[in-house]
Structures are given as C-alpha cells and as structure tokens.
C-alpha cells in the first residue's frame, strides 16, 4: 500500500472518461443537496465551485429538496447559475418523509434531548436537525425524483471544492463497480449514538444472511484514540463516512438489507431518542452489509466542510488546485486531529485493489 503516500491527482487508470468522451456526463447520476431558502447564497458558493471544477466539463443534474416549497427566488437564482439546457429538479419533500413520525412519543423524546443537551451533544434541541439525519438515512432516495437514477452525489451549503477534477467520477464508480464514495472518515460523539451498535448487532442477529464476509467490521469497531467511547457506545468506534459529501450508489440504499435496516431502526426511534446521524448509520450499513472493495476514497478530491478538509498532495508543478489546499492540513485546529480516523479506513477498510485508485 506504498502508493498511498505518492502524490496523486486522479485515480491510476487509464480507462478515466475525460470531458468529450461519447460516455462523459452520461452516468445514470445527480448532484443532490437538501436545503433551505435561505441558504442560497451558501449553496450557490458550492455550486460555482463545483461546476468550476468538475461539472461544467459534464453537465450533470442537480436535485433540490426542501422540507417548506422552494421560493421563486430560490429557483431563479439557481437557473441562472446554469447553463439553460441543464436539468434542474426541485422537490418538495412530502410531510411524512421529513416530521417526527407519530410513533415517537412526545413524553420520551423531550426527555432524552434534555439529556443529551445536558451532554453537550450537537443540534439535539432542534427537532428539524433529528428530522435532517432521518431523512438522509433513508427517506431521500424514496423521493420521486431520485427514482430514475441510480447515483446522487450529495453536496451542502458553504463547501469547498479546491482541485481540479479531470474525469466523470460517476463514470469511474460505474466501470469499477463501487457503491459509494466518500472523502473524510471521522470519528462521532459517542452520545449521539448510544444504543445504535447494540441496535443493529441485534438486527444482525436476526438477519445474518445480510452480514458480508468482506465487509469493514473492523474499521467499526477500532478506536484506539479514544477507548472510553466503548463506555457510551458499547462496542462501536464511532468512525464513520462524513455524509455531507458522499456519492451513492442508489440501488444499495434500495436493497432489501439496506431497506431492512431502515424499518428496523426506524421502529427502534433513535433518530429522536437519540441523535443517530445519518452517517453512523450509512457507515454502519456499508460496513456490515457491503463488500468493502465497493467503497471508493475519492482521495483526489479536495473537499472542504468547516472544520475539515481532504487535501490532496499534486506532483510538483501541477496547478490543479487552489492555494487553500495544503496538502496533508486535516483540519485549522490542531485539537481536532483526533477526530480524524481514516488511519483505521487505511488499516481495516481499504483493499489493494483500492490503494491503487
Ligand atoms: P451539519 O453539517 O451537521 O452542521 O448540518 P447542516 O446544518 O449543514 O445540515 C446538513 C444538511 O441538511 C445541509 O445540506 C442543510 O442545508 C440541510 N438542512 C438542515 N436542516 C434543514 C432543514 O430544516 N430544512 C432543509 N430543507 N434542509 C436542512
Ligand atoms: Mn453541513
């Protein structure tokens, strides 16, 4: 696995779909991003980016879903960013897809936020960030508009995209059969997720058809950095694929072990009585349930969500990125490198195969 710690500006193939390839901008593929009016300008700053440094070159779709009706405004601004041709899908998510189920009760859920806030967890006050980390588990991929494609790649308000990208990344997770693709690997607050690895070893239990053999069980369960999580989580990590970008492949989210797993946690209520996010959750499922030499670290790709960034190293001479790119610089803050865990993806999680792309 000496080839990770070559510079590197594209995965080391020579079958990559460069733009003005008969196959560029043709994947079965979305850029997907929930949002809300109000972050217009925000989403715009990714979107200009985004289309700078990739997608202009293959003139992928865009999905906007809104739990409230997207503005004119909103819509307005969007399609003037874009070529007049670009497909552009705006949805409005249905009610039951997005607020606190009628099965959650009210009593219970006050009570455990009140706990959790007194534990410092992140957002657990507000309800539409618990309706957030549901929706993104599960209900996305259920909307109409993602029915017909079979990849969405997840972007935010306020990212950054540094680097130059030369090739149709749908394309490359298409030829090499990858179901999902991703840039950070952290580590969580283990409160958030107090009862999600008990959880799902007994959906495990009930479903051992659905463990895969060569999956990345290890990389869930290794925290060496911090070993006092067990404590809180009884056995999980906490490591997990950071969501806010992320590229799925589709028909895994619809498989009936990923499906299953859905119901199960959604009858568990943890998305309110806890704080599960979605990215413990899709990690645990890919994890368990997929092959993990189907899961891609797009390590080429400088991203940036505050406070974290995957920057690459270019050879020298390459002037593929911006200067914000320091190669190698994980996060401003020194404090926060604990909370990076792709050494463990890198020990448990990545394949041979895998370091060569
Ligand atoms: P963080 O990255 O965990 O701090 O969470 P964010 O505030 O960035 O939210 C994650 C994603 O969900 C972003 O794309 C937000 O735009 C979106 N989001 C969060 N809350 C809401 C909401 O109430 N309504 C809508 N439409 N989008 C939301
Ligand atoms: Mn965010």
Redesign the pocket.
């Known amino acids: 696995k000496k080839v990770l710690s070559q510079p590197i500006i594209e995965p080391q193939f020579d079958d990559l779909i460069r733009p003005g390839h008969p196959l560029a901008g043709k994947a079965n593929a979305t850029i997907l ?4 009016n109000q ?1 217009i300008s ?2 715009i700053s990714t979107i200009e980016q985004l289309e700078d440094k990739f997608n202009n070159k293959f003139g992928y779709p865009y999905t906007f ?4 009706e997207f503005s004119d405004t909103f819509k307005k601004e969007i399609l003037a960013l874009l070529p007049k041709e670009r497909i552009v899908h705006f949805v409005k ?1 249905r009610p039951d897809d ?1 607020n606190k189920p009628a099965s959650i009760d009210n009593v219970k859920y006050i009570e455990a936020v009140d706990k959790l806030a007194s534990e410092d967890v ?2 657990v006050k ?1 309800v ?2 618990h ?2 980390c549901r929706f ?1 588990s599960s209900k996305f991929y259920h909307q109409e508009a993602l029915t017909y494609y079979k990849y969405a790649w ?5 990212v950054n995209f540094y680097c130059n990208i030369d090739y149709d990344m749908f394309q490359f997770m298409e030829m090499h059969d990858k179901i999902y693709g991703f840039t950070l690997n952290l580590y969580d607050s283990p409160q958030s997720v107090r009862s999600l690895w008990n959880d799902t070893l007994e959906f495990v239990k009930e479903n051992p058809q659905y463990l895969n053999r060569d999956g990345a069980y290890e990389w869930l369960k290794e925290n060496v950095q911090n070993p006092e999580n067990y404590n809180i989580t009884g056995g999980y990590s906490t490591c997990h694929f950071w969501t ?1 970008f992320e590229i799925n492949n589709l028909d895994f989210l619809r498989s009936e072990p990923y499906e299953k797993y859905m119901d199960f946690l959604e009858k568990k209520g943890g998305f309110y009585y806890e704080r599960w ?1 979605d990215a413990p959750v899709r990690s645990l499922a890919l994890g368990l349930f997929a092959d993990k030499s189907k899961i891609h670290w797009f390590r080429d790709v400088a991203y940036h ?1 505050f406070p974290y960034t995957n920057c690459p190293s270019s050879p020298p001479g390459s002037n593929r990125c911006d200067k914000k790119c320091i190669p190698g610089k994980f996060s401003p803050y020194d404090n926060l490198y604990v909370q990076n865990c792709m050494a463990t993806w890198l020990k448990y999680g990545m394949t041979d195969e895998e370091s060569k792309m």
């Not at 997840?154 to 306020?158: N, S």
């Open positions: 991003s929930l949002v809300q972050d925000s989403i879903m809104n739990d409230a998510i997005w992140q957002y507000k539409s960030y309706n957030m993104y997840r972007i935010e308000p306020d806010n996010g969500h």
